[in-house]
């Protein structure tokens, strides 16, 4: 099983951390990340950053993997509630669609270990996102496809079911793209530009789903 096989999935499932102590250490364990890597990662520089003996980080995290795994857990996690809370706070399905890709991409290019890894230590996470990413591309096209449905199902936008994964998969190829070659013409940092490009392209996709009157 590749390092992202299940990622969503298992972040959907998971409950977020309530012990102080381990939520220190996670804190801790993304900061060394961010500024080391993955590969020059020990439990000693964690145990540093929080000021706590090893043997404290391993009461809660038995080892390295461990304390790794839960750490893109938690990020998962934080990005799918944020996104999720983002796109049910908005009221029409254009605007679910349009909040909703722009935050992904905005979370996803800015994350500070996401594009640490891509830039020093692609060999670790870029195959799982390209030549390898099938599990990932299928598991995020199901979490699109069944916001899109939950729209189909209040009657809100109409889409013959055999295209709501294609639609989906549309989404996600887009969002992988744009933040795995950050470079692009299209104008993701101008606020100004963002609103019209919404409403030239992303608006009049969605409108093309509403039901008849």
């Known amino acids: 099983m ?3 096989d299940g990622v969503l999935q298992r972040a959907r499932k998971s409950e977020p951390v ?3 102590t381990a939520e220190r250490v996670l804190d801790a364990a993304l900061q060394q990340a961010e500024d080391f890597g993955v590969r020059r990662f020990t439990i000693d520089d964690v145990a540093r950053r929080v000021g706590v003996s090893r ?6 995290f038995p080892k390295k993997d461990v304390l790794l795994s839960a750490l893109m857990m938690r990020e998962m996690h934080r990005f799918l509630t944020k996104t999720e809370a ?5 009221p029409t399905p254009e605007d679910k669609l ?4 722009l935050f992904c991409l905005d979370f996803l290019r800015g994350h ?5 890894l891509l830039r020093t230590e692609p060999e670790l996470i870029l195959p799982h996102l390209t030549t390898k990413g099938s599990p990932l591309i299928a598991e995020a096209r199901q979490w699109i496809a069944g916001q899109t449905r939950a729209e189909i199902e209040a009657g809100r936008i109409a889409i013959p079911d055999l295209e709501v994964d294609i639609f989906a998969e549309l ?3 887009t969002v992988l793209s744009l933040v795995l070659t ?3 013409v299209i104008p993701l940092d101008d606020p100004a530009a963002r609103r019209r490009l919404i409403d030239a392209y992303l608006r009049p996709l969605t409108q093309a789903f509403r039901p008849p009157s």
Request: aromatic letters at 4%; glycine letters at 6%; charged letters at 30%.
């Open 2 to 4: 590749g390092i992202l």
């Open 18 to 20: 309530d012990d102080r």
């Open 55 to 60: 043997v404290t980080i391993y009461r809660h």
């Open 86 to 90: 983002v796109i049910s706070a908005q």
């Open 98 to 101: 349009a909040e909703g890709l």
């Open 112 to 116: 500070r270990l996401l594009n640490r």
């Open 171 to 173: 989404i996600v190829r």
């Open 182 to 184: 950050p470079e692009t």
